[in-house]
């Protein structure tokens, strides 16, 4: 029912054998892999000097919020904690950006397209989440940080659609680019030659 109760996990393999390896950390549930503090996991990215970081969607509906969580997991030993607590009804990490130890962004869901961009500190966490300039209660889709350093938003607002170009250093937008056609944004995708 779009409400995750189980354990979710990580499972970790030695890609020279192909077999899965026990971490040690799934034994109350006779698993292998590494269990998160979040439920519901469908991102995986490694940032240098943090490790890795798993974002987990929690509930779907009706509210959204129950157990999403970015957590960490630390390589050498399979700890888990988290930059972002599991929390209640404060929303559904639809996306995040990693900019530097101190600035993160996030794409925050608490009803059908009603998303806000938000600001954060991976030191802190949730607790200073700050809505950037006026993305909330917009139907925002995915967040990226582009080789130039800059936070790019694809909106997908079908009167205005379009990617939005924000300068990190103090959330300014540098530019808006118009969809064509008005093609909701969807997916942004960065590729280096």
Not at 119 to 131: E, I, K, N
Not at 164 to 179: G, K, M, P
Request: charged fraction near 15%; aromatic fraction near 8%.
């Amino acid at each position: 029912n779009y409400q995750p109760i189980n354990t979710s996990y990580v499972a970790v393999f030695d890609v020279s054998t192909d077999t899965e390896i026990d971490t040690g950390k799934g034994a109350a549930d006779s698993l292998k892999g590494i269990p998160l503090l979040g439920t519901n996991p469908d991102d995986i990215q490694f940032h240098a000097g943090i490790g890795l970081i798993v974002r987990n969607l929690g509930t779907n509906f009706p509210t959204y919020g129950d157990g999403t969580s970015l957590d960490i997991i630390d390589e050498g030993n399979y700890a888990t904690s988290s930059m972002i607590t599991p929390t209640v009804t404060k929303g559904q990490l639809l996306d995040f950006v990693i900019v530097n130890a101190n600035l993160g962004y996030i794409v925050n869901l608490t009803g059908y397209q009603n998303t806000s961009v938000q600001s954060f500190d991976p030191a802190t966490g949730r607790t200073d989440l700050a809505t950037i300039g006026s993305f909330s209660g917009g139907d925002f889709r995915d967040i990226e940080l582009s080789p130039k350093g800059n936070l790019w938003i694809a909106d997908a607002n079908v009167q205005t659609p379009g990617i939005h170009i924000i300068n990190t250093s103090d959330n300014s937008e540098i530019t808006f680019v118009d969809s064509l056609r008005g093609l909701l944004p969807n997916n942004i995708a960065f590729v280096t030659e």
